[in-house]
């Protein structure tokens, strides 16, 4: 079984900064994909950014140029540096992670709690 635990969400005036945390725990054998989603009042659960274990990324166009993903393969963790907030990136965040837990069989996904970011105008 894996765990993500997730941190570094909170309240923010827009134009600033946050850093989410996402470690994963637990029975892994090696992690393919790490992403965030966010779940925003009125709207359906959206990817924001993703990393694989080479490092490709993807972003929504919403957040480009504003967010930054990057993970540490050797921690199993992956972070979101959000620069530039705007109140409509107001939500909750959640990290997902695909991973093995043995080098064969199918991969698993595991979702994060969610961790609430706000931000005022």
């Known amino acids: 079984q894996v765990h993500l635990v997730e941190s570094g969400g909170g309240l923010v005036q827009a134009g600033g900064s946050l850093r989410l945390s996402c470690a994963a725990s637990g029975s892994i054998f090696s992690i393919s994909y790490m992403g965030w989603c966010r779940q925003t009042p009125g709207k359906q659960r959206e990817t924001v950014a993703t990393?694989?274990?080479?490092?490709?990324?993807y972003y929504v166009d919403s957040v480009k140029g504003r967010f930054t993903i990057s993970r540490d393969n050797a921690a199993n963790t992956v972070y979101l540096q959000m620069n530039s907030l705007k109140p409509e990136d107001t939500g909750v965040y959640y990290c997902k992670t695909v991973y093995k837990s043995r080098w064969f069989g199918a991969p698993s996904d595991v979702w994060g709690q969610g961790t609430q970011v706000t931000v005022s105008s």
């Open positions: 990393i694989t274990s080479g490092g490709d990324s």
